[in-house]
T-cell receptor, first 117, second 114 residues
């Protein structure tokens, strides 16, 4: 069974602080994909990043960076120098690489980030 | 380039009624998935449509049904509404069913059952 755990329900930081959102996943598959999505108050899920299980390189995109560690089944997301526009709910998601259930995303419960000016 | 369009944005239904939600995928996408997001929870997969057929289904009762049209748009139907069906219903589209590049989501339909 696939499972994603985002233990942090809500986080508040002051603008310009760095913040890390944790994501731990469970899967028996060797091939799988991990995603992060941002959900602003408008409700739309905005795609941030996709990682496959064979690529453990960390990735940086502007103020965003992701740390994928298979040894601990974690895929953490760091925002550097946070801004008010980063306030949203962030979801980590998992998808099987093949087989039954490979068409669906399994989401965590999300972490609500509030950036205070 | 229009993204995923969902209608209506909000609606209120009475317990026991039936409801139909609509989704137009992003231009060029031929696969549509539906998710239910209860308040404070992550989205839960309902089902996916490709080539006008249901390709995969999540753990939802038969009261939830869908349809995909030749132009790739899709409908989600829910019969015999329960209070627990109140949620944000999200539609996602992709190029193929098992897209490695994630899915493009719409802003959702907020359904309230009273």
């Amino acid at each position: 069974a696939q499972k994603v755990t985002q233990a942090q329900t809500e986080i508040s930081v002051v603008e310009k602080e760095d913040v890390t959102l944790d994501c731990v996943y469970e899967t028996r598959d060797t091939t799988y994909y991990l995603f992060w999505y941002k959900q602003p108050p408008s409700g739309e899920l905005v795609f941030l990043i996709r990682r496959n299980s064979f690529d453990e390189q960390n990735e940086i995109s502007g103020r965003y960076s992701w740390n994928f560690q298979k040894s601990t089944s974690s895929f953490n997301f760091t925002i550097t120098a946070s801004q008010v526009v980063d306030s949203a709910v962030y979801f980590c998601a998992l998808r099987r690489g093949s087989g039954a259930g490979s068409y669906q995303l399994t989401f965590g419960k999300g972490t609500k980030l509030s950036v205070i000016p | 380039d229009a993204g995923v369009t969902q209608s209506p944005t909000h609606l209120i239904k009475t317990r026991g009624q039936q409801v139909t939600l609509r989704c137009s995928p992003k231009s060029g996408h031929d696969t549509v998935s539906w998710y239910q997001q209860a308040l404070g929870q992550g989205p839960q997969f309902i089902f996916q449509y490709y080539e006008e057929e249901e390709r995969q289904r999540g753990n939802f009762p038969d009261r939830f049904s869908g349809h995909q049209f030749p132009n790739y748009s899709s409908e989600l139907n829910v019969n015999a509404l329960l209070l627990g069906d109140s949620a944000l219903y999200l539609c996602a589209s992709s190029l193929v069913p098992d897209s490695h590049y994630g899915y493009t989501f719409g802003s959702g339909t907020r359904l309230t059952v009273v």
